[in-house]
């Protein structure tokens, strides 16, 4: 049966009826009273079967998806983390309404290592990447909140609105109405500063406690930091990354780095949740909201493991095949030329290739004159698309559709393609099956 907070669970009740039902929770040897004020009222939550079972599903979805992981390659792996932690950014700016593109933050991903700056969410990028490092990050202190939010969003903040920069002197000195993206009323920032600060401290005292479960932790302190509002611009952004980065200290950074996309398919019941728990009438009680937004995160988790594991079947499938494919066309291929080719096929299921000639040769041990050859004998099974100047090798899965990306991407097949509609590596794997390949 669904668990109701205060709220939902008395609105049939008398004054006095609600009144004990508040009482008997708040009381019950099964709450956790957290010390941190809404409307008066001093916030718990139950431990109830509904939370508990819900913890342990994730706890069981994660080792589940951990046992997954340890058998896909890990540049397979690699590839699929590093396109995840940028739909992440994507997704989190799109629950704002923020316009952003894959390309920009790609684009400031792949610049880190080179020590560039000023790329529009390099701040978001470079934190979001010490998330999948598993690097810690101070949260222990208000200075620590501020220096985050100052590394992580300060400057797409001022891009957006510079009169949004925070000017208290740790958060913000105005008051501040939150709402949902499309406009709907949600509740004020708390306000003067010095109760911002206060009721910041009483939030990193339930994050930093070591008596309560990471993921109950996480669920609790994005509430927290959504009632505080402590900038004006940019705390839905910086509680989702927060709340990613503790749960990445104990689960899969893969499912982690997908919360957003989860969050952004569910957002009215997202807003929902922050509007039910700061009624007056909920009394302080959390429950509902923390089993709301575990819910997301076992989703996430969930779909994580979906996705990895049709990803990993087809992995399984081609590989075999393709190896036997160069084994007949292409014999006498050293292993760095084979191993090459799988990670074409790699980065064909699980990320989106970078491989231009330089880095095919450099993965083959060859020069370009003898990799562009090996490429050219192979050309049923690869082709290249165009990034500006350069030529990105792939592995065509599906001839048809390769067709179409090589026609969008204004590029031509190296040699003439195989028959539309066919698919090299699975017409190999036929053969294979009907004893044609031996």
Not at 12 to 41: C, H, Q
Not at 101 to 124: C, H, P, Q, V, W
Not at 338 to 354: I, K, M, P, T
Request: glycine share 6%.
């Amino acid at each position: 049966m669904k668990y109701h907070d205060v709220r939902t669970a008395g609105f049939e009740m008398t004054p006095s009826e609600k009144r004990e039902l508040y009482e008997n929770r708040y009381n019950s040897e099964a709450a956790i009273r957290l010390g941190f004020p809404i409307n008066g009222y001093d916030a718990f939550i139950l431990l109830n079967g509904e939370l508990v079972s819900l913890v342990s599903s994730i706890y069981q979805m994660d080792k589940k998806l951990s046992l997954l992981i340890s058998r896909i390659p890990p540049d397979a792996m690699d590839q699929f983390v590093t396109n995840s932690l940028i739909d992440e950014i994507q997704q989190s700016n799109e629950v704002e309404n923020v316009n952003s593109t894959r390309k920009e933050i790609k684009d400031a991903y792949t610049t880190l290592a080179s020590g560039s700056r000023n790329k529009r969410f390099e701040g978001m990028v470079r934190k979001y990447a010490l998330l999948r490092m598993n690097e810690d990050i101070p949260l222990a202190t208000c200075s620590d909140i501020r220096n985050l939010y100052n590394d992580f969003i300060l400057d797409e903040v001022v891009r957006e609105n510079p009169d949004d920069a925070p000017d208290g002197v740790i958060f913000r000195k105005n008051p501040v109405h939150v709402s949902e993206s499309h406009g709907e009323d949600i509740h004020d920032g708390l306000f003067p500063e010095t109760a911002i600060v206060k009721a910041m401290d009483a939030a990193l005292t339930v994050l930093n406690s070591e008596t309560m479960d990471d993921t109950i932790r996480a669920a609790l302190f994005h509430y927290f930091f959504g009632y505080i509002h402590p900038f004006y611009n940019g705390n839905g952004r910086m509680s989702r990354f927060i709340s990613s980065y503790v749960l990445s200290r104990q689960f899969s950074n893969a499912a982690c780095l997908r919360t957003s996309y989860v969050i952004k398919q569910h957002r009215s019941r997202y807003y929902e949740l922050f509007r039910h728990a700061n009624d007056k009438q909920n009394m302080g009680e959390l429950t509902e909201f923390v089993i709301g937004y575990l819910l997301f995160f076992r989703e996430a988790v969930e779909d994580t493991y979906q996705i990895l594991n049709e990803k990993y079947l087809l992995y399984q499938k081609y590989e075999k095949t393709l190896k036997a494919w160069l084994n007949k066309r292409i014999p006498g291929l050293t292993t760095g030329q084979v191993s090459c080719f799988v990670y074409l096929l790699q980065l064909e299921l699980f990320g989106e290739s970078d491989a231009d000639i330089q880095k095919v040769a450099s993965l083959m041990e060859c020069g370009r004159v003898t990799a562009r050859k090996i490429l050219s004998e192979a050309n049923d099974i690869v082709y290249f698309s165009k990034d500006g100047r350069k030529q990105i090798w792939h592995v065509r899965l599906d001839v048809e559709n390769t067709e179409d990306v090589v026609r969008a991407n204004g590029a031509k097949a190296p040699v003439e393609p195989a028959p539309m509609g066919t698919d090299p590596i699975g017409a190999v794997q036929g053969d294979l099956l009907n004893g044609k390949i031996c």
